[in-house]
Antibody, heavy 124, light 112 residues
């Protein structure tokens, strides 16, 4: 059974860097693709980016210039760094595995499972 | 930036059938990309409900079913139960802006 667990600071100061980790159990970090998704309080879901098993990364244009997703095979975890944060980045951040379907292309992939989520508040 | 539109809320009595629509465009659902559905119970993380438009993961009751037509998709819940009260989100992929995953606006299902 694959399980994911996010960890990181719950409070980040404005203009600083948000850093989160996702520890994976039950699956090899290097054989799968991984993603980060966030949900502002009371709002919907927003995809942040992914690290594909091929080594490719892709980000939502809304955060592209500020986000970096990387993996650490020695620790079997992957990370998100989001630079120059502001209040609009306050959200529950989820990590998730990206499952590949009939075709190995993003249009045929989905997120499963998800971590429990961690609330990050950005404040001065 | 939700490009998939869902009704804000739907409701039904126990045992009834409800449907949730997910309206997209030619750059996402209409581009033949798969649609997936997630259930988010209050205070919990989203959970995969339907993948690749019509498939249920192991453990998901067959009361839940998905379909797609042109630029829209639907989630149907038959035999509505109290534990189905949750938020539901559709998800697909969009070719615009060099490609990105998109979620629906979300639908709150209330069991009367």
């Amino acid at each position: 059974q694959v399980q994911l667990q996010e960890s990181g600071p719950g409070l980040v100061k404005t203009s600083q860097t948000l850093s989160l980790s996702c520890t994976v159990s039950g699956a090899s970090i290097s054989d799968n693709s991984w993603s980060w998704i966030r949900q502002p309080p009371g709002k919907g879901l927003e995809w942040i980016g992914y690290f594909y098993y091929s080594g490719n990364t892709k980000y939502n244009p809304s955060v592209k210039s500020r986000a970096t997703i990387s993996i650490d095979t020695s620790k079997n975890h992957f990370s998100l760094k989001l630079r120059s944060v502001n209040a609009a980045d306050t959200a529950v951040y989820y990590c998730a595995r990206l499952r590949v379907g009939e075709f190995d292309y993003p249009g045929y992939t989905w997120f499963d499972p998800w971590g429990q989520g961690t609330l990050v508040t950005v404040s001065s | 930036q939700s490009v998939l539109t869902q009704p804000p809320s739907v409701s039904g009595a126990p045992g009834q059938r409800v449907t949730i629509s997910c309206t997209g465009s030619s750059s996402n659902i209409g581009a033949t990309y798969d649609v997936h559905w997630y259930q988010q119970l209050p205070g919990k993380a989203p959970k995969l409900l339907i993948y690749a438009t019509t498939n249920r993961p192991s453990g998901v009751p067959d009361r839940f079913s998905g379909s797609k037509s042109a630029t829209s998709a639907s989630l149907a819940i038959t035999g509505l139960q109290a534990e189905d009260e949750a938020d539901y989100y559709c998800q697909s992929y969009d070719d615009s802006l060099n490609g990105l995953y998109v979620f629906g606006t979300g639908t709150k299902v209330t069991v009367l």
